[in-house]
């Protein structure tokens, strides 16, 4: 079993870790929100409700439509949320950690770091759970109507449309920008880590 190493909080170190904490909360709370807005919606008495990555409620003239692509899609998505809440977590447990003493254990900040990490990794999965919830959606039929013996049948369909929740995963600039922060985040309190271990280790040698 490794010893539990304690870290001095010095000030660049408890800034960074400060910084960091408050990305792995606010890219958390954006992970959440990406997988619970609807990125479809169905106005219409043919189809109407919303399709979000993590949930969907469908209505067929007041009837419930089951999906079984949007719900595999659903189990898809239970990594990105479980991400989601450990970033969150990390986050607010890091920040009360460096806001109320001097000093912070190693695997606090690893944490962290892990965090960070995972969510840098799961940005680019919203672009593929965006093309598979808009594919299965792609199927289902927004008109309706026909030609039998009794003439032409007319049958007031629904309007698809999508939301900027959808528009803002499909331009994918978004999620390269908040992939490009946080690996820059990693590496600065990665070395700031390392700067104070070094540090602590001197420390205990003299």
């Not at 970033?87 to 009360?96: A, E, F, M, N």
């Not at 995972?118 to 289902?140: D, G, K, P, Q």
Request: glycine share 6%; hydrophobic share 55%.
């Amino acid at each position: 079993m490794t010893a539990k190493i304690i870290l001095p909080l010095a000030k660049r170190l408890r800034k960074w870790l400060a910084v960091g904490a408050l990305a792995s909360v606010a890219a958390g709370v954006f992970f959440m929100m990406l997988l619970t807005l609807p990125l479809v919606v169905f106005e219409g008495d043919l189809l109407n409700g919303s399709v979000a990555i993590t949930w969907y409620e469908l209505k067929n003239y007041g009837e419930h439509v089951d999906h079984p692509g949007l719900t595999s899609i659903t189990f898809l998505s239970i990594p990105v949320f479980t991400t989601a809440f450990f970033s969150i977590s990390i986050g607010l447990l890091t920040i009360v950690k460096v806001s109320r003493s001097r000093m912070v254990s190693h695997t606090v900040v690893e944490l962290l770091l892990g965090a960070l990490e995972a969510c840098v990794i799961f940005t680019s999965v919203f672009y593929s759970l965006r093309l598979n919830v808009i594919h299965a959606v792609s199927v289902l039929p927004a008109q309706a109507g026909g030609a039998g013996s009794a003439g032409l049948l007319v049958i007031q369909g629904s309007a698809r449309r999508e939301t900027f929740t959808s528009i803002l995963i499909r331009q994918f600039y978004p999620l390269v920008f908040a992939n490009i922060l946080l690996t820059i985040l990693v590496v600065i309190i990665g070395y700031e880590t390392a700067r104070a271990l070094e540090a602590a280790t001197r420390k205990e040698q003299v």
